[in-house]
């Protein structure tokens, strides 16, 4: 959708890229890095730890294009302190790490694993002993296994075991955490998982993912009150992965085409959280589909959040036959468009078009390059530039009245980058997975001068 809410074409991110500091941006800013648990934890079959959807996806012949799974990653289930070390040395305000629920509810409802809350209680003080925010995601796709069997996030029991999961984690990490996210993006979650079938579980039934997006979001409502009872202090939201989509010209196919793709990617997540329904245009897109809604169900999902945290990869440029690439177009090793400004235009739709909105935080943004070690450095000058334009980027969007709270790269290190195995580095720091050794590559140095 061609974006029409502010004229933004005199800022210019790459002219103050070069010379951004941590000063240019408010007080108390947060400035942090980010990881998902089956990415890079490993010990698969550890301390009481059960079958995730993506082991058993994994598993599957051609799921994954290097034939790998998360069952070793990074071993930070081991590494950890070593990990932790790392964080602080970064100069970095905070972590965003999420747990796994197979760790801490094996069966997906029922009896905790101790061993598995253990684990993230030792995280959490190990960071705050650091002088490290804990933020925490608590679901980053890695539903049990169990929980598949009856449906997945298909079923509406789903939704409940989600709410006595976070019970659990909030119940024993209460206020030490800073922040809990309930979900770390649910459009891939439901979409790429039951729709397009590129993640776990793997189906492709447009029926079923907008059931399981409905069921995710009211997982959200039911766990929100539950994290305030145990966590009082703490700041508790959502995380949803956003993106500009643009038609690809004036005509009334394309404008319609990205409208609808805006829809599904955008407004459908962000309208139940802030407005309190679906967006009506798309419902119609879809009401074939549509999720079966009870009676409650939005009021729970659009209770008040203390922030929204937003996932800004890239724009969609949208034509009537789908996504086009912009002729000279730059991109990463994903194929996926840099455009910096589109992060800027995003935080300001966002703050045109809800006034409900709470305060932002990017809680991840970067990049998979071709990483290629030489030495003990690894030159990723592309990887920089990235994040020095993108947080410059977000400095206008600030200037601009923006309420955005913090930022957060991800990833903090290489790690198993779900279907796409091994093969996609998105880390500042380069990781040999043959010998698990660390490695602070270029950005790493750039991110780290630039918090001093």
């Given amino acids: 959708m061609t974006n029409t809410l502010t004229d933004t074409t005199a800022l210019t ?116 002993a650091r002088g490290v925010q804990p933020h925490v995601t608590l679901y980053h796709w890695d539903l049990p296994a169990t929980l598949q069997d009856q449906g997945g996030w298909t079923n509406r029991d789903t939704a409940y075991a989600f709410a006595e999961y976070a019970a659990a984690v909030a119940g024993r990490l209460g206020n030490r955490v800073v922040s809990y ?5 649910p459009w891939c979650s439901s979409v790429l ?35 305030r009872r145990h966590a009082p202090q703490s700041q508790a939201g959502i995380v949803l992965n956003l993106g500009p989509q643009e038609s690809a010209s004036d005509h009334p196919e394309d404008i319609r085409a990205a409208r609808h793709a805006d829809g599904r990617l955008n407004r459908w997540f962000l309208d139940p959280l802030l407005r309190g329904e679906y967006p009506a245009d798309t419902w119609e897109d879809v009401v074939a589909d ?26 969609g440029v949208i034509g009537a036959q789908g996504g086009v690439m912009p002729e000279g177009a730059s991109v990463t090793d994903m194929g996926w468009e840099i455009h910096p ?34 030495g003990d450095r690894v030159h990723d000058p592309r990887r920089t530039e990235f994040i020095s334009t993108h947080l410059s980027a977000l400095l206008d969007a600030t200037q601009a009245g923006v309420d955005v709270r913090g930022y957060f790269a991800w990833s903090l290190m290489d790690n198993f980058e779900w279907a796409h195995g091994y093969q996609k580095r998105f880390g500042l720091v380069y990781v040999d997975y043959a010998t698990q050794e660390r490695l602070l590559k270029d950005s790493a140095l750039w991110y780290q001068a630039f918090l001093k």
């Fill in 13 to 128: 991110p790459a002219a103050r890229a070069a010379n951004l500091t941590r000063r240019d941006f408010p007080a108390g800013f947060v400035f942090g890095v980010a990881t998902s648990s089956y990415q890079i934890e490993g010990a698969a079959q550890e301390d009481g730890r059960s079958p995730s959807i993506w082991d058993v996806f994994c598993a599957q012949p051609g799921r994954i294009s290097d034939g790998s799974s998360g069952a070793v990653a990074c071993d930070h289930y081991h590494r950890w302190e070593q990990d932790l070390d790392l964080i602080a040395a970064l100069g970095v305000d905070a972590y965003r790490f999420s747990v796994a629920w197979p760790r801490v509810i094996p069966a997906g409802r029922g009896p905790v694993n101790p061993a598995g809350l253990d684990f993230y209680e030792r995280l959490t003080d190990g960071l705050l």
């Fill in 290 to 315: 549509a999720p079966p809604v009870q009676d409650g169900d939005l009021r729970l999902i659009a209770a008040p959040m203390d922030f929204l945290g937003v996932n800004y990869y890239s724009r």
């Fill in 181 to 185: 996210a309930t979900l770390n993006e």
């Fill in 193 to 227: 998982s039951y729709e397009i079938g590129e993640h776990a579980p793997g189906t492709r039934d447009r029926a079923a993912a907008l059931s399981a997006a409905h069921h995710l979001m009211l997982g959200h409502g039911l766990a929100m009150p539950e994290i």
């Fill in 341 to 374: 400004q589109g992060l800027t235009d995003l935080m300001l739709r966002l703050k045109a078009d809800y006034p409900a909105l709470p305060p932002i935080y990017i809680t991840e943004n970067g990049a998979a390059f071709a990483d290629e070690r030489s």
